[in-house]
């Protein structure tokens, strides 16, 4: 709150609703206009400030869109792209900053979850069919690829026997 200390008292008429009040002088001179409450104010700034008479005014420009080359005017100083269809492009799959080339061992079995579904079913031939839990199982020799290839749906017994087998796949009883 700005403090007059010689606390000279004038008479003003309010901007807006031509009232006439009683204030300190110096607070007239730091403003440009003087209102007599807080209603006048806020009543005389929204016909007055608003579009080109807004101080922070700035007249839009044409932008053209990186992904489908579209002219339009952006929301605000961050807009680059016109749609958020067009964002999503820019950043999926690839272009994503959270996307590894060398997937983990989580992101693997996410995506093989994702597009596969859950295992629902054993592959291996010699099964007994005793579990009824299934899980994806990588196969030997094979690489944490998003390939379906290389994983194949097992039931837990058979997962685990897999798993121990130290025999290479072509000489494995189980594959």
């Not at 807004?54 to 961050?78: D, W």
């Not at 690839?94 to 859950?118: A, S």
């Not at 194949?152 to 026997?161: D, T, Y």
Request: proline content about 5%; overall charge positive; hydrophobic content about 25%.
């Amino acid at each position: 709150m700005i403090v007059c200390y010689n606390g000279s008292m004038i008479t003003i008429r309010c901007t807006e609703c031509k009232h006439s009040y009683k204030t300190q002088a110096c607070w007239i001179k730091r403003r440009k206009h003087g209102f007599c409450s807080k209603d006048c104010a806020g009543k005389w700034r929204a016909s007055h400030i608003w579009g080109k008479n807004h101080p922070q005014y700035k007249i839009p420009e044409l932008i053209e869109c990186p992904v489908c080359s579209k002219k339009f005017y952006p929301h605000n100083k961050k807009s680059r792209y016109c749609s958020p269809r067009c964002r999503g492009k820019t950043y999926s799959a690839e272009n994503h900053y959270k996307y590894n080339k060398v997937p983990t061992y989580q992101d693997v079995h996410w995506w093989i979850r994702y597009y596969y579904g859950n295992a629902n079913k054993c592959e291996n031939y010699y099964c007994r069919k005793k579990s009824s839990i299934f899980e994806w199982a990588l196969k030997h020799n094979k690489k944490y690829e998003r390939k379906r290839k290389n994983f194949w749906m097992l039931c837990k017994g058979c997962h685990i026997i897999y798993d121990r087998h130290p025999l290479p796949i072509s000489k494995n009883p189980i594959t």
